[in-house]
């Protein structure tokens, strides 16, 4: 194999290499993300701005790469040593904070942390203007997250304070050990009423900003137990196994009971705004870890938000 050539640019580093055996297939983003070590999202901006090139010509972020094929990659500048500048949050609260971690109940309408294209408010920078330093492990716009919610999905979200408390948090969520639970109101009512999705995820094969059921995705599992039938729609408690992007809203959509609200999967709009609802009835209620300074098993708890909690009464009222 030839040696990795480095060259200085404008915007960061050139890199040139061949494709290793063990991407031979893969998506071109997926390999960008694995092998300079940047997050997907990252990955699909260099791609779209054209700074990655294969064999010498412009290539889609979804084309299958084969080994030994030449990419040229022209990494974004290496970030600055400042950390996320702070930006006020209305309506995230802190859960519990120590030396090593911080719970926030993440409001709609906040993202997780910066990215591409992404404008609003996020946990990050919500978090700095709190006064609270997390982690500076993990890729430079998400350092300190372990894990991410949707921007339209509410609930808890534990981010590392310490970087011990990165790898070890880290680790637990990829061998999954954490404990994700969520409520979800769906259209109509699933059959059987408790059950389990065992269907791989990955990107919609034509509609980008979206995932969909797709053989060959990555391996995804969903737990979920009927709490309430109402007309129309049920209200669930959901498991997640595995924490792929979207994952409970693609699984039910795919099984023709979208989330309440989510126009993106296929949701009623005509229900969604009977009921009050600009976005999926989704709220990720319970999270449950190993402490990652103690070791003891912690909980922590969040009640449903209020444009959510009025939606269910006004289903409750139907019966």
Do not use: N
């Amino acid at each position: 194999m030839e040696s990795e050539e480095i060259i200085g640019a404008a915007s960061g580093e050139r890199r040139s290499l061949p494709v290793p055996d063990g991407l031979d297939g893969t998506r071109l983003d997926q390999a960008i993300a694995r092998l300079f070590g940047l997050s997907r999202t990252v990955a699909v901006a260099l791609v779209e701005a054209g700074d990655v090139q294969v064999d010498g010509a412009a290539a889609r972020k979804s084309e299958r790469i084969a080994a030994g094929s030449w990419l040229e990659v022209t990494l974004p500048a290496p970030p600055s040593a400042e950390r996320v500048a702070p930006q006020p949050v209305p309506g995230l609260r802190v859960v519990h904070s120590d030396t090593d971690i911080v719970v926030v109940d993440k409001p709609v309408g906040v993202a997780a942390h910066a990215s591409p294209g992404w404008t609003g408010p996020t946990v990050t920078a919500g978090l700095a203007a709190m006064g609270h330093s997390i982690a500076t492990s993990g890729a430079a716009e998400r350092q300190g997250i372990v894990h991410r919610l949707d921007v339209g999905t509410t609930g808890l979200m534990v981010v590392a304070k310490s970087e011990r408390a990165y790898t070890l948090l880290k680790r637990a969520f990829k061998v999954r050990e954490v404990e994700k639970r969520y409520r979800a109101v769906v259209q109509g009512h699933p059959d059987p009423f408790s059950g389990t999705i065992d269907a791989p995820i990955d990107r919609h094969p034509t509609q980008d900003y979206k995932f969909a059921v797709v053989s060959g995705g990555r391996p995804s599992v969903t737990h979920y137990d009927t709490v309430e039938a109402f007309p129309g729609a049920s209200l669930l408690d959901v498991r997640l196994e595995t924490g792929r992007t979207h994952q409970i809203r693609v699984h039910f959509a795919a099984l023709r009971h979208p989330c309440l609200g989510d126009l993106t999967y296929g949701a009623d709009p005509t229900q969604a705004s009977r009921l009050g609802l600009t976005r999926q009835w989704l709220h990720a209620y319970r999270l449950g870890f190993s402490h990652p300074g103690s070791g003891q098993p912690v909980t922590f708890t969040s009640d449903d938000p209020v444009d959510l909690d009025h939606a269910l009464t006004l289903l409750r009222g139907a019966l």
